[in-house]
């Protein structure tokens, strides 16, 4: 496991942009999966987007496909998260995850049980 520590959350109206950054701890970064979650109130936990670590695979859901986009600086131990076109049924806690072992064919980077890492999350809210 390793320590993940989110930033970047906030309050921003329909249409606009934040940048959420995540920052890992441990020292082969560049091997992990990472992945971004969100969590509405009184809905579940659903998945966002992930990027294979080693290969940098991209995936997204669909309700965000076009306006978000993951990066990583692996010399910085940072995964971002770039939002634009925000959209009101965005406002969620967004969450950082890892997955620390061997990037894997057969994992399911969508489901939330195959990371071993989470960080706090940080809020994002978007008015209409």
């Known amino acids: 496991q390793v320590q993940l520590v989110e930033s970047g959350g906030g309050m921003v109206q329909a249409g606009g942009s934040l940048r959420l950054s995540c920052a890992a701890s441990?020292?082969?970064?560049?091997?992990?999966?990472m992945g971004w979650f969100r969590q509405a109130p009184g809905k579940e936990r659903e998945f966002v987007v992930h990027?294979?670590?080693?290969?940098?695979?991209?995936y997204y859901a669909d309700s965000v496909k076009g306006r978000f986009t993951i990066s990583r600086d692996n010399a910085k131990n940072t995964v971002y998260l770039q939002m634009n076109s925000l959209r009101p049924e965005d406002t969620a806690v967004y969450y950082c995850?890892?997955?620390?072992?061997?990037?894997?064919?057969?994992?399911?980077?969508?489901?939330?049980?195959?990371?071993?890492?989470w960080g706090q999350g940080t809020q994002v809210t978007v008015s209409s």
């Open positions: 441990g020292r082969t970064f560049s091997r992990y999966t």
């Open positions: 990027i294979i670590g080693s290969g940098g695979t991209k």
């Open positions: 995850a890892a997955d620390t072992g061997v990037p894997s064919s057969t994992k399911y980077y969508t489901r939330g049980y195959n990371y071993d890492s």
